[in-house]
């Protein structure tokens, strides 16, 4: 009886703390080496900064802009779904708007080109009717389109979650005090809406800061053109290091800020939840038709791409397609990349969880143990300070000065995918482990199940749900990812979404629209099948 | 195996920002103590800390006159029985059970014979491949007592394990509980907000107030006392 408390609880403890070692190396590693060749930066004439002004410039303006769109479309789209609570197909609108989460963005920006584009449905619809000339959607334009596309859908479904948060109490109140719609807003929607928009609004810029595919296909030149792709040009095309670390630092001083300030950024990235059932509202029927039509607008922006992904997609010359070796080499890595990347991630997940949650059972943690567990915390969202491209960018300059490039491409694909989806992975884990541990907990500690035992005996049976869930989205999210990949990808190492991007860029357009609807199965059958099979441990 | 004695030397334990809590006191071995008091006076903290769920911040717990600092609770000699959450619900009655006996579940014959046994004390017999949410309330508690029995520890701390089953419930276990104490002799501390049952079932009876033990005498001296300070108004005598 002579044992010390802390033994039982070391393991957990020291596996998050390795976790939490290795995300830092991986992520600093390259912060470092992009230091130690920062002073061989020997340009700084009025044309280059002027450039690297005018992107960073950009770089600013189109999140402003597209925050400001995604929430403003995203606002009055909310308030008419929480409030039309039996509205025809309510729980497939709310489940498509949670689809471009785990749509990759280059098969979306494919979407958007064929109902936006020069030939797209728009401009013909246009053209036939007189009313204007063709679109054009390269520049600004699209990549506003493109992230209102992808933001106001996930800002949406923050503010129905949030609206949908009001106790019914309200709702009978304000039948009895017969309020109108605007009072209605003015006293119990605003206020709601009001405390969730700046983390909404925060999370929005920040994704739009560290867009990578969208500005990639539809920007163009200096005049459009983020930090992101200007990092990845000058090492792909220019090979200009210095000024990839240049640019690279000041992507990060940019997220960095914006982080710092934006402390409040929404931390419920509702992932494919189903939203509850809703109060049945006083107001429902007063404001059918403009919700009607709002909802239907909301509806034709973001199921017309998705169509046209479909649609396009059917018609492809698949014989082709599957004909050529290099589509199955792409295949194969792809899903060897997510297979990896899906595994790495939910191991430093869950480490870093179950670290937290053995720190967590002291009342009274002490102030290295509340330091260790806010640096593990940390460590899980360090890749939305540190963007992909980044970190990519840093190891590719370490690794191009030790020539192992391409020897080492897949295994920095998979740490980097691993490190982007852990963040999801987290979100979806967190409440379950920790709702797990309020009621396992003691009992676990009384009957001496610890470690392995408890792994298999009870957290693997009740969280089983969860971890599918995490691995699915993980393995989807590195399917579809371009980022990391593309800074990497050769005539040996080529990806699903890499093949795509040739094919686009070499005008095999139909090939592109049947690889692009591949992988859009790919990532939402990963789902799908996630939520079907998963097997749900019932509560007591 | 018989009971432990347990006792506490200057306990003292506080929740942030909370009052400490101060206990001394002792439980004799094979003794079943009610304890009793008003909300927020300590019981279930002071079965927390015996259990080894909470650490004192100073003082001395002894089982049998051996220091119990720095042990974890499945090293004491003592079973707990929460008042819900008992049992694992993804996992069936007789896995549940299994648990005391090992953690790992290597289960000899022997030992199957015994929880084969402890089912049928409990009234669970033929339950044994029900999950917890096919049983009613009662029978999950009698399912936590069955693995209590297995895992034969010389203390069994009860924190108010019965307070949602109805009056008659409440005494069949109460009547249960009192069969295995004096079969196995353990010492058992039972927390109730009913001193009925403490008098039905509890051999010895202690009284809470404001973080401190005021009282611990066998029960009849106990409720014929009128010189433990508190008592009577918590009573309503």
């Known amino acids: 009886m002579q044992t010390s408390a802390a033994t039982g609880t070391k393991p957990a403890v020291l596996s998050g703390l390795t976790a939490m070692v290795c995300i830092g190396l991986a992520v600093v590693t390259p912060m470092l080496a992009l230091i130690a060749i920062a002073p061989a930066m020997p340009d700084l004439s009025a044309d280059y900064l002027g450039f690297v002004w005018s992107i960073t410039r950009f770089t600013v303006l189109q999140a402003g802009l597209s925050t400001l769109l995604s929430v403003m479309a995203a606002v009055p789209l909310a308030r008419a779904l929480a409030r039309q609570a039996s509205f025809p197909g309510r729980q497939a609108i709310l489940r498509l708007l949670a689809l471009p989460l785990a749509l990759p963005a280059l098969v979306v920006v494919l979407g958007i080109v064929e109902v936006w584009g020069r030939q797209g449905w728009v401009s013909t619809v246009l053209q036939h009717t007189g009313l204007a000339g063709p679109l054009n959607i390269y520049g600004l334009t699209g990549i506003l389109i493109a992230h209102v596309f992808f933001n106001m859908a996930l800002a949406a479904r923050l503010l129905v979650a949030a609206l949908e948060q009001i106790p019914p109490e309200n709702w009978r109140l304000a039948a009895q005090l017969s309020f109108a719609s605007r009072h209605v807003f003015q006293h119990i929607e605003w206020p709601v809406i009001r405390s969730a928009l700046p983390g909404i609004a925060s999370l929005v810029f920040m994704l739009c800061i560290a867009s990578f595919a969208v500005v990639l296909v539809l920007g163009g030149g200096p005049r459009a053109t983020t930090l992101e792709v200007a990092i990845y040009q000058s090492l792909r095309f220019d090979f200009d290091p210095p000024r990839a670390v240049l640019l690279a630092a000041l992507q990060l001083g940019l997220c960095a800020g914006l982080f710092a300030l934006g402390g409040r950024m929404a931390t419920d990235i509702a992932v494919m939840a189903s939203v509850g059932k809703p109060a049945r509202r006083p107001d429902q029927a007063t404001a059918r038709l403009t919700d009607t039509l709002v909802i239907a607008a909301g509806l034709s922006f973001m199921a017309l791409p998705m169509l046209a992904i479909v649609l396009s997609g059917v018609t492809a010359p698949f014989d082709a397609i599957v004909s050529q070796t290099v589509f199955w080499r792409a295949l194969v890595t792809s899903l060897l990349l997510a297979l990896t990347a899906a595994s790495l991630c939910l191991v430093m997940a869950w480490s870093l969880l179950a670290a937290q949650r053995t720190i967590m059972r002291r009342r009274t943690p002490s102030r290295a143990a509340a330091l260790l567990m806010s640096s593990m915390q940390a460590a899980g969202s360090l890749i939305l300070v540190v963007p992909p491209v980044v970190i990519g960018a840093g190891w590719f300059v370490v690794l191009h000065r030790t020539g192992l490039v391409n020897s080492a491409a897949p295994v920095i694909v998979a740490v980097v995918n691993a490190l982007m989806a852990l963040p999801f992975a987290l979100r979806i884990l967190r409440p379950a482990v920790v709702g797990q541990a309020q009621i396992h907990d003691r009992l676990c500690a009384s009957l001496g199940l610890s470690g392995v035992q408890r792994w298999r005996l009870v957290d693997l049976p009740v969280l089983a749900r969860s971890l599918t869930l995490a691995f699915a989205f993980a393995a989807a999210l590195s399917i579809g990812d371009l980022g990391a990949a593309a800074l990497f990808g050769s005539a040996d190492f080529v990806t699903l979404p890499l093949l795509l991007l040739q094919k686009m860029g070499s005008y095999r357009s139909l090939e592109a629209a049947g690889i692009a609807l591949l992988l859009a199965g790919f990532c939402l059958g990963l789902i799908w099948l996630a939520e079907k099979l998963r097997p749900e441990a019932t509560a007591q | ?237």
């Open chain 2, 1 to 237: 195996m018989s009971g432990a004695d347990i006792r506490l030397d200057g306990l003292q334990f506080a929740y942030p920002g909370g009052e400490p809590f101060h206990f001394s006191t002792s439980f004799d071995a094979g003794s079943f103590t009610g304890l009793i008091g008003p909300s927020g006076s300590g019981k279930t903290t002071l079965i927390n800390l015996i259990a080894g769920f909470e650490e004192p911040a100073s003082g001395k717990l002894y089982f049998d006159g051996v220091d119990a600092a720095g042990t974890e609770p499945a090293e004491r000699p003592v079973t707990m029985v929460f008042q819900d959450n008992n049992l694992f619900a993804h996992l069936d009655v007789f896995t549940n059970i299994a648990l005391g006996v090992s953690a790992s579940l290597d289960l000899s014959g022997d030992d199957r014979t015994e929880i084969a046994g402890a089912m049928e004390k409990t009234g669970l017999s033929g339950y044994g491949h029900r999950l917890p949410r096919e049983l009613s309330g009662g029978q999950r508690q009698r399912v936590a007592i069955a693995r209590a029995l297995v895992r034969d520890r010389p203390v069994l701390l009860l924190d108010e394990p019965f307070a949602a089953l109805g009056p008659a419930l409440r005494r069949d276990m109460l009547r249960l509980v009192s069969t295995i104490h004096k079969e196995r002799e353990m010492t058992v501390i039972l927390v109730s907000h009913d001193p009925a049952d403490v008098k039905f079932a509890a051999t010895h009876a202690a009284f809470l107030d404001a973080g401190r033990v005021m009282a611990n005498r066998p029960v009849d001296a106990f409720f014929s006392a009128s010189d433990i300070p508190g008592l009577q108004g918590y009573l309503g005598t």
